[in-house]
């Protein structure tokens, strides 16, 4: 079967740093994939990374370790607004469908 | 800036009744993907669908689901005979290539089977 894991919940303070882990085990890998959701509003693309290492985009982050099927996304400075569900998405192959983690649901407190 | 578009946002029908969800792709895009949301759960796949054909689909996407591209801008999925558990949000995406990876996803389609 394929599978995602990431934890449920994390919360932090504005201002923060957080680190959302996602390990995955997935019949192919064509990359690893996060997206933002808010209060059941449509996924938005965050971040992509299809080699390992550390791809960055303003105060988001994330990093892929092929080999450990491991990759977090770092949010830093963290705002209000970031309050949200963070998926991580694993596409088995070129062009096919995005297989999706339960969710981590970040509260970020003042 | 472009985005997925879907129709529409709420939808209310009883057991047993055909259902059709509407969503307008990205308009230079090629790849299409229907995905759900059952309230609380996880984005589960359900199809993709590139060059008028599925490419994918997932075991949820049984006999009683279809898509179709009836125009050049137009991507529907039709549920033929809605049963309790089809209730969930429905979301329409697309993507510009088979390399391309970003999905844009709609806002999606609110079902609800009573």
């Known amino acids: 079967g394929q599978s995602l894991e990431q934890p449920s919940e994390v919360t932090a303070v504005e201002g923060a740093i957080v680190q959302i882990n996602c390990t995955y085990q997935?019949?192919?890998?064509?990359?690893l994939s996060w997206y933002q959701q808010h209060d059941g509003g449509a996924p938005t693309f965050l971040s992509y990374n299809g080699l390992d290492g550390l791809e960055e985009t303003g105060r988001f982050s994330s990093f892929l370790s092929r080999s450990d099927s491991y990759g977090y996304l770092l949010l830093q400075e963290l705002q209000m607004k970031d309050s949200a569900s963070y998926f991580c998405a694993v596409r088995p192959q070129a062009g096919t469908a995005l297989i999706f983690g339960k969710g981590t649901t970040l509260s970020v407190s003042s | 800036e472009p985005e997925v578009t879907q129709t529409p946002s709420h939808q209310v029908t009883q057991m047993g009744q055909e259902v059709i969800l509407r969503c307008v792709p990205i308009s230079n895009h090629l790849y299409f993907y229907w995905y759900r949301q059952i309230l609380g759960q996880k984005v589960e796949f359900l199809v993709s669908f590139y060059n008028n054909e599925i490419s994918e689909k997932s075991e949820i996407f049984d006999d009683q689901f279809s898509v179709e591209r009836p125009d050049g801008s137009n991507f529907t999925l039709k549920i033929r005979s809605t049963k309790l558990e089809d209730s969930a949000m429905y979301f329409c995406?697309?993507?510009?290539?088979?390399?391309?990876?970003?999905?844009?996803f709609g806002p999606g389609t609110r079902l609800t089977v009573t």
């Open positions: 997935t019949s192919g890998f064509y990359g």
């Open positions: 995406a697309s993507s510009e290539s088979i390399g391309a990876y970003e999905q844009y």
